[in-house]
């Protein structure tokens, strides 16, 4: 197939810099040294925490894995791995106890009652969990039953594993990024990018980007999770939303879909801080059928009422599993691939974005572990966007739009060590977001003797925080 190469996003420029608490720009690890970006002005923020409640199996060497990585956690590593992490309450300023507390069995109410019966209040006291490991793929596992018991409670958590604490090559690099989700789940941000191009022509402009999506019960096809979550152009994080969903009629599923929608405007709107506001919406391709597709469409095109109240709406579909790999054949009849950043279109309004890859241009850095370089694949659904007057003279372009996209793999806070997702965050975390609240759904149904459609999960707390990371 014959691509016109139309853009590349230079990752080092100052576009995609990430920005830190005292505006100096760096790679990720520049945290250790500026620190983090600041808290959100929504509640939870890590200054509401109190303590950090290590919880671990009753057994004599987990308990001694547990109080090194008590001591490693909170104080940082000594000598030459100083540089490497110099300890969470350094990092993030935080005044913050930590302690450990033992439970029996590896069982979801008993680790749930340990956490509580050694925490003032609940809500103060931040907990990291010690498991086994476990494929994330079963949802059956520990994890899941654990993440969704404290999730009901709305309680996030961090989970590390006793494969990761005995694994001594590995261990020392967890530690950063480990420390990294705990903040952004305590509610902080850890970095942002910077602000982007169009930043002056949209100056009068608050630029919003939704990630939305449907994502279905691993064992139970009738049942999925439509939800929404929201940042800002800047990558920071503002809150989600979710509907529980049975699959019936597709009409009833709009339906919701477009309570959701409309729902999550308004608080939207709420928090704004600008009279003009612009959308962009990412609707996730990824394992979604092409009826749950059509279910998205038609509640953004018939159902949300709320819409209009932008200034414009733009909405793009990201595919992540794309067929395609593209590369260049060299004099030497070398395949080169692309740079990451590097975009492709291949008809009007549809994109190849390289996400994985070589990020510089003497190709020797590249993220590539195995495998080939398969770019993500976007489209504009110009048929479903809201019609707006506005939209010329906003001015806005496929650059911009695209670089929603790309700036969105560039946040990555679970794997501070690549500087690029493969996808983004707008649409990456759907299963695990997914398959946490039906656990949750599934719990509160059982509790409370009620069918699993009659369940509604209050997110009122949890939901301003990154919980799903």
């Keep these: ?30 945290i250790i040294k500026y620190g983090p970006y600041g808290a959100f002005t929504y509640s939870p923020t890590p200054n509401n925490y109190d303590a950090i409640l290590i919880l671990y199996k009753d057994d004599d060497e987990i308990k001694n894995h547990a109080e090194r990585f008590k001591k490693d956690l909170e104080q940082g590593f000594e000598g030459r ?27 979801e109410v008993e680790i749930y009652e340990t956490f509580s019966s050694h925490c003032e209040d609940v809500n103060k006291c931040f907990p990291v969990i010690i498991l086994p490991r476990r494929n994330k793929g079963n949802y059956r596992s520990i994890y899941y039953r654990v993440k969704a018991m404290f999730l009901k409670n709305q309680i996030p958590t961090q989970i590390f594993t006793i494969d990761l604490l005995k694994d001594e090559k590995n261990y020392k690099w967890s530690l950063l990024p480990t420390a ?37 019960h691993p064992l139970y096809k009738n049942r999925s999770v439509g939800f929404v979550t929201v940042f800002d152009d800047q990558g920071i994080w503002q809150f989600m939303n979710a509907k529980n ?17 409309d729902e999550t405007i308004d608080e939207l709107l709420k928090r704004s801080k600008s009279k003009n506001n612009v959308l962009i919406i990412h609707y996730s391709g990824k394992e979604i059928s092409h009826r749950e597709e059509e279910v998205i469409r038609r509640a953004v095109r018939e159902k949300a009422e709320k819409l209009n109240k ?160």
């Design 1 to 30: 197939m014959t691509m016109r190469h139309i853009i590349t996003f230079e990752i080092n420029n100052e576009n995609f810099q990430l920005r830190f608490g005292s505006g100096e720009s760096a790679t990720p690890l520049g």
């Design 180 to 216: 990294v989700q705990i903040y952004a789940k305590m509610g902080g941000i850890p970095y942002v990018l910077a602000k982007p191009r169009y930043y002056d022509t949209l100056k009068d402009h608050s630029v919003y980007i939704m990630g939305l999506g449907i994502s279905q």
């Design 81 to 107: 791995y100083s540089a490497i992490f110099p300890g969470l309450k350094t990092i993030f300023k935080l005044k913050i106890d930590f302690s450990l507390a033992s439970f029996k069995r590896y069982n």
């Design 310 to 469: 932008f200034a414009a709406v733009y909405v793009l579909k990201i595919r992540r599993h794309s067929d395609m790999v593209v590369w260049e054949n060299q004099e030497n009849e070398t395949k080169v691939y692309p740079p990451v950043g590097a975009v492709f279109q291949l008809k009007r309004d549809v994109y190849l974005l390289v996400t994985s890859g070589c990020f510089d241009e003497k190709k020797s850095k590249c993220n590539i572990r195995r495998g080939l370089s398969r770019p993500i694949i976007i489209s504009r659904h110009r048929d479903i966007e809201p019609e707006s007057t506005n939209k010329e003279r906003l001015g806005l372009t496929d650059r911009d739009l695209l670089a929603t996209v790309f700036g969105m793999c560039r946040l990555n806070y679970n794997s501070i060590q690549n500087p690029v997702s493969r996808e983004p965050i707008t649409t990456r975390y759907s299963r695990e977001i997914a398959w946490l609240l039906l656990r949750a759904y599934d719990l509160i149904a059982h509790e409370r003797g009620i069918d699993v459609d009659k369940v509604e999960l209050n997110l009122d707390r949890i939901g301003n925080v990154m919980w799903f990371i």
């Design 245 to 261: 969903l049975i699959m019936g009629k597709d009409e009833d599923m709009s339906e919701r879909l477009a309570k959701l929608l």
